[in-house]
């Protein structure tokens, strides 16, 4: 259940929306396509520079973030069109929507902080909630699912993968130990018996980050993503994608690279552009994006 309370006391600040609406560079009969929608920031400023003939689409994969983008984007007039489904599956949307090519793409690849601040969702290390860590509601397996049902190598390898986490080994086998584990303290209890106190909190972080990754299969998503993106966009039309660790920097660097060489793309952001020192100080969750920007030309 949505809490109204917490929504209305939301200060969602979209990451880089001078930079990512520079590059967009909005046509205003343009269709644009919001891939991780959200509560809606970068969408609301691309709505506002739209006319009646343009459109856009938001895909997300959070429920409860739709209905409450719904109701903020229902404010403007112009056209729009949310989906509940992953951006992975963009071809496949916009043939059932009716629609060809899109003038632009962004996706801001971000844990939101309506995310990370639910009493509900397992995300955030300092609330004692279920471990569920679920984008969509109504996947299956949760983080519990994985912590209590993989194997210690199993477990291990993933928090190395993806979290880059050098003590996973000691941890995987503590909870083994502390199983079932179903809460967040327990989590944190696997780890503090792994861990010595000094920088314990950014094992903490990895560890969730590794979790959330892998029951999202987030990274998976985004290389499925970045194989087809440019065969839904228009010759001259911009994509714009913000990601805040290098996993996924990594992978988008690499695909625009490759798709660079086989002249489909030029990339306009031979370094990733990061915020700067102002936004930072007034949006910490800014600090850790880096934004990199390709244009169609095949």
Known sequence: MIDSKQVDKESHTPVLLKEAMFYLNIQKNGIYLDGTVGLGGHSLSILKDLSKNGRLIGFDRDSDALKICNRKLSQQKNDFTLTHNSYHKITEVLKELGVGLVDGILLDLGLSSFQLNSAERGFNSTINSNLDMRFDKSQKRTAKDFLNHLGVVELANLMYKYGDERRSKIIAKN????RPINKVHELLEAIRRSTPPKNRQKTVSRVFQALRIAVNDELGKLENFLTSFHSNLKIGGKIVIISFH????RLVKHAFKSLEKSKVIKVLT????TPSETEIDA????????????????
């Open 175 to 178: 909870i083994e130990k502390i």
């Open 246 to 249: 290098s996993l996924e920097d």
């Open 283 to 298: 949006n910490r969750r800014s600090r850790s994006s880096k934004m990199r920007v390709a244009e169609r030309v095949l």
């Open 270 to 273: 031979k370094k990733p552009i």
